[in-house]
């Protein structure tokens, strides 16, 4: 009975609802977009740390640490033999990281300098450019990242001279060619480094099949490394990505908390600017034999409905627009794309994430029967006969 | 003899107010027997709708007693004098208070919604009542779209929809010219002589008070005359 007189006063209040409808369906539609965004940014960076950085998963010496190029001269190993066959069959790709220092157009500039084997398929890195032919080149194939070439002024062609230290600690130099400038979107394997292979590496620096790290293709993979070697899960490597993007999240929740609010004063508006109004109505409701209680259900399912009905419009409209956005995605400018950030190539593709919209919904449900259910709580508690001397 | 509808005793009612309150009623007896048409006259602030607001469980008194109905108004709880109202008494506004966002046949019908009836027998009550107050061609309108006349005798089709036994009206003509006046007048006195509704007006209106059976006077909240007409 209540539902029906609810449903009868939204009729009831043309143009003021269809606008109070709107005004909840562009909230929904507004925190679907960001939350589906964000959502599809974060795997879309995640996929890409995966593809070209740390496979499933990863092995690195116990000695390494990224963060400190002092560490790579004592961090690597021999391959142990068992691992030479999976490496052939692609299921591990060996890294060895040295530093070094480049001169390009005479500045010092230091870098880790990462051997990877020319012919793995596992690391989108494109490695076969790194194939060496000759026994003595005059200079060695070298592939860096677009922001390593920007900010060194590099491009594809240059030549450029490196120096490092071998493994005995003795100084080394050598010319390095830029044969590729890799378009990656994952800064972490292009800042400050250049990539060359892993063989070569390993001879400039005086040594023989020796690696840093081991990137797996498989999580399963099992490697018997032994104490020497820390693995490194896919989520641990993810974390600092995923600390980053929480940061920028916060800045979708603002919008999002915007958009609540929003929300909350179309329904607080029909609710509580009203006061004055409803107070004459809610009086006469009384008179007509209404408990307060079926008074305070009435205006609390009016406000509800107006939220069912902006779900269901968000559903009918929204949907095909989230489809597309899902799948086809949207393309991003081209300065965006070239700010290089984790997570940012050609195409955006949001990612809706069921249980993010139930929940979300849910939150937007809470906060509509809050605010439809205050106001008219506030005034039914008002004496039916002042009520009732309220003006029109 | 037969109990009276609404009986009164020693009725006081003391508004709260800065010097030690407002004394609003007192020292008032009245019996109001079954099918009266009558009226509580006297000047602004004696008192007139504070009594009818008592009588309709919207207010209790604080002190001496009344009983509506069979109920002693101050022992009701709040869902008891909600579902007294919804079932035996009607009220007649002097602003009409439709529901806008309701069409006439709507607002109508709402007591009836109250009382869950349910909807064909709703229907036949809603269409009788219009019928009384002649204002079927309109049911479809919003109470915006009417004129005083028309609004005052749509809320006295919402008061009378249910069938009550007692109908409380306070000033209800104050806000219509005399033809729709003695209209609406000529319909309650209709209904009242046709079901026995007891009508109970709080007026200042001489046409009004003329069509009276019965005229009660308060000044100062306290009774001052209590005339039984005849010959009407
Ligand atoms: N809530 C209240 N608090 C304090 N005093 C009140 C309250 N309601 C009414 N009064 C006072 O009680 C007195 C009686 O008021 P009431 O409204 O019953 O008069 P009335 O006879 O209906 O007058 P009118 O003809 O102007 O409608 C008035 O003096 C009024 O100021
Ligand atoms: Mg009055």
Redesign the interface.
């Given at each position: 009975?209540l539902l029906?007189?609810a449903l009868?006063?939204i009729a009831?209040?043309g143009w003021r609802s269809v606008f109070n409808i709107l005004i909840l369906f562009l909230v929904l539609m507004g925190m679907l977009f960001i939350q589906g965004m964000y959502d599809g940014w974060m795997r879309t960076a995640r996929r890409q740390k995966e593809e070209w950085e740390i496979g499933a998963g990863h092995f690195e010496h116990s000695n390494y640490d990224k963060y400190d190029s002092f560490t790579f001269k004592d961090s690597f190993a021999k391959i142990p033999d068992h691992i030479q066959e999976l490496i052939r069959q692609n299921e591990v790709v060996p890294i060895l990281v040295f530093s070094g220092v480049l001169y390009p157009q005479g500045r010092m500039t230091p870098i880790s300098i990462k051997g990877i084997p020319w012919d793995q398929a596992l690391l989108k890195i494109p490695s076969q450019m790194l194939r060496v032919k000759d026994e003595y080149p005059g200079s060695l194939p070298t592939v860096i990242g677009q922001d390593m070439a920007r900010t060194n002024g590099l491009s594809q062609g240059d030549l450029v001279s490196m120096r490092f230290k071998d493994a005995r600690g003795v100084f080394n130099a050598y010319d390095i060619e830029i044969v590729k400038v890799m378009a990656t979107p994952v800064s972490s394997i292009d800042e400050s480094q250049v990539w060359i292979d892993f063989t070569v590496l390993n001879s400039l620096v005086a040594l023989q099949n020796s690696a840093t790290l081991f990137i797996l293709k498989d999580e399963a993979t099992q490697l018997n490394l032994g104490s020497n070697w820390r693995y490194i899960s896919q989520k641990k490597s993810l974390e600092d990505v995923l600390a980053m993007m929480k940061a920028d999240q916060a800045g979708g929740y603002v919008v999002i908390a915007l958009l609540l609010f929003l929300a909350m004063i179309a329904i607080f508006d029909t609710q509580i600017l009203a006061v004055f109004k409803r107070r004459?109505?809610i009086?006469?409701?009384?008179?007509?034999?209404?408990?307060?209680r079926?008074i305070i259900r009435l205006f609390t399912y009016e406000g509800c409905l107006y939220m069912v009905f902006g779900t269901i419009l968000t559903a009918i409209l929204g949907l095909p627009l989230f489809i597309h956005l899902g799948t086809k995605g949207i393309p991003l400018p081209q300065e965006l794309s070239n700010l290089n950030v984790g997570g940012f190539s050609e195409t955006m593709k949001s990612y809706y994430d069921p249980l993010t919209i139930l929940f979300m919904l849910i939150m937007v449900f809470v906060l509509t029967l809050f605010a439809s259910w205050l106001p008219a709580a506030k005034i039914a508690r008002m004496?039916?006969?002042q009520a009732?001397r309220g003006k029109? | 003899m037969k109990e009276p509808l609404v009986k009164i005793r020693d009725l006081s009612k003391l508004y709260p107010t800065g010097g030690g309150g407002f004394l609003a009623l007192s020292e008032l007896d009245l019996d109001i027997p079954a099918g009266a048409f009558m009226a509580l006259v006297g000047p602004s602030g004696s008192g007139k709708t504070t009594l009818l607001n008592i009588i309709g469980t919207l207010d209790s008194q604080t002190g001496g007693e009344i009983e509506v109905l069979g109920h002693k108004v101050d022992t009701l709880d709040a869902r008891q004098s909600a579902a007294l109202r919804a079932e035996k008494i009607g009220f007649i506004f002097q602003s009409y208070n439709l529901l806008p966002v309701y069409n006439v046949y709507e607002n109508v019908e709402l007591p009836l919604l109250l009382l869950k009836m349910d909807k064909a027998e709703r229907h036949e009550a809603v269409m009788q009542a219009l019928k009384w107050v002649g204002i079927t061609d309109k049911m479809k309108s919003r109470p915006n779209q009417l004129s005083g006349g028309e609004g005052q005798r749509v809320s006295i089709a919402r008061a009378m929809v249910k069938r009550p036994k007692l109908v409380l009206a306070d000033e209800p003509t104050a806000n219509l010219d005399t033809e729709n006046s003695v209209n609406i007048l000529d319909t309650m006195l209709q209904i009242n002589e046709e079901t026995g509704t007891t009508f109970i007006f709080a007026t200042h209106d001489q046409k009004v008070i003329d069509y009276m059976k019965r005229v009660v006077t308060l000044i100062d909240g306290k009774k001052a005359k209590d005339d039984l007409k005849t010959g009407n």
């Open positions: 009975m029906k007189l009868k006063r009831g209040n004459k109505e009086g006469t409701l009384i008179a007509l034999g209404m408990t307060r079926q004496k039916a006969t009732l029109v | -």
